[in-house]
């Protein structure tokens, strides 16, 4: 029979087979019944994905507060992020080629050849000049049909809304997904291993490169600025400035904070009295104030909340004055993100956690600025930030805790200078302890980076006092 021209819609109609209408077999059941289990497997491991990784230092601290057996899953699965992410793509992508294996196998039983054979052939009755041949266009409308069905359902069902949901209930959903996660970690272990080994491989060549690359340019920017500004009046601090901008994004939070043992906060329990007492020995106009312990802040304290308020007695309820709102960031985030974050956010103050949900310390919007320009100084401070002592042209004396970074800046090196044998420490101290490891005794010396350092004072817990030596030219 020939379609004539415009008669294409009815002809589909009329190719429909009889099995459509009528009562569903047990394979077309089961199957339809099987894509809507792989649908909710889906939709639940995307979900997973959404919560566990927008979980905050907040959640994770009520978490380990709760001490159930999902918090505690939780806790456990976040220590190892890269592969559980690897076992949630590994999950999902096995869901999706089942739910498109099944979907084939449900339309072929439910549309037949024929019916794709006379779609083709109206088709060609309406448009000859595509010049096809029935059986090419019968594949095309099949490929179409179940490529486009099974996104939909994908898109919708398995990825945009669970995600959104997710987003909304991430707590929920992350303890009623922790134990399938924990089964699943176990399940694709080699999968796992072997995808998390292959992107570690290639992040490190990536990144090894990258550094290259952006260690060759900053020497050649470094050349330049030098040219360029070395007859100028001031030259010495415009290429000090030049220098530390050309630098900044390679800072991290962690070697420019003030470490929590130099932190100065309050506990929400104390009366009113002492807390004037702390303000007023600070001289800060912002104070962390935390619950119990500083590694868990409820808020900032503004000191000129508490001007109007000076004359109140210790019953006055001074906590009402917090503002809940806290900021907190990663020691690994680059103080220019940071700067970013600090605009966005309208704050001038953040609280530093390590990867265990810690606090490690503080940052403020100064310490940033003073990464740039140098020490800010202003008429309250009557003391300078870093101590050391120059007993001569060549020797300092500084405290263990000293910043790596303030340390360079007083002795007229690069800050970078250390960069190769400090590991992970951001103190004078910790230098100490990462090329020595074992807390030395009194009067030690160790040659680092061409430069001597002495162990003056020592405790039995960290070491207080170090003569660094620059090394002398012959």
Not at 343 to 366: F, N, P
Not at 427 to 434: D, K, N, V
């Amino acid at each position: 029979m020939e379609a004539e021209p415009g008669s294409l819609f009815p002809f589909f109609l009329s190719s429909l087979p009889l099995e459509i209408v009528a009562l569903p077999s047990m394979e077309v059941f089961g199957a339809i019944l099987f894509i809507g289990l792989l649908l909710y497997g889906s939709a639940m491991i995307s979900s997973s994905e959404v919560a566990f990784f927008s979980l905050t230092h907040n959640d994770f601290a009520r978490l380990r507060e709760e001490d159930t057996g999902p918090a505690r899953r939780i806790l456990k699965l976040k220590e190892k992020p890269r592969t559980l992410l690897a076992t949630i793509l590994i999950s999902n992508n096995f869901i999706n080629i089942a739910i498109v294996l099944i979907a084939d196998f449900l339309l072929a039983h439910l549309l037949p050849e024929d019916a794709f054979f006379g779609w083709a052939h109206a088709i060609n009755s309406v448009f000859p000049f595509l010049a096809s041949t029935d059986e090419s266009i019968a594949r095309v409308i099949n490929f179409f049909i179940t490529v486009f069905g099974v996104t939909f359902l994908l898109v919708l069902f398995g990825e945009v809304a669970p995600k959104i949901y997710a987003k909304i209930n991430k707590v929920a959903i992350a303890k009623i997904m922790s134990a399938p996660l924990s089964t699943l970690i176990q399940l694709f272990h080699p999968f796992t291993r072997l995808l998390v080994k292959g992107s570690s491989i290639i992040e490190r060549r990536l990144e090894s490169y990258t550094q290259s690359g952006s260690i060759a340019s900053r020497e050649e920017i470094g050349e330049v600025i030098e040219m360029t500004v070395r007859h100028e009046q001031n030259a010495n601090e415009e290429i000090d400035i030049l220098k530390s901008i050309v630098k900044f994004g390679d800072v991290t939070v962690k070697q420019i904070m003030r470490s929590r043992v130099d932190v100065v906060a309050v506990d929400e329990k104390v009366v009113f009295s002492d807390l004037l007492k702390a303000v007023k020995e600070s001289g800060y106009s912002r104070i962390p104030v935390f619950k119990d312990d500083f590694d868990h802040v409820a808020g900032i304290l503004y000191v000129k909340d508490l001007l109007g308020c000076l004359e109140e007695k210790d019953q006055f309820r001074w906590q009402d004055l917090i503002r809940p709102t806290v900021l907190f960031v990663p020691e690994s985030k680059r103080i220019n993100d940071m700067l970013k974050e600090f605009q966005s956010s309208r704050m001038h103050m953040a609280i530093v956690v390590d990867e265990y949900g810690g606090t490690s310390g503080l940052v403020t919007l100064e310490d940033i600025l003073e990464e740039v320009i140098g020490e800010i100084r202003d008429e309250f401070d009557d003391e300078v930030e870093v101590e050391f002592q120059q007993l001569d042209a060549h020797n300092f004396l500084f405290e263990g805790k000293t910043l790596l970074n303030d340390v360079c800046r007083v002795i007229g090196v690069d800050t970078d200078t250390f960069d190769k044998v400090r590991g992970d420490s951001d103190s004078l101290a910790g230098l100490i302890l990462e090329n020595s490891g074992q807390l030395p005794k009194k009067g030690a010396e160790y040659q680092i980076a061409g430069f001597l350092f002495k162990i003056t004072a020592v405790t039995k817990r960290r070491i207080e006092q170090i003569q660094v030596t620059l090394p002398h030219e012959d």
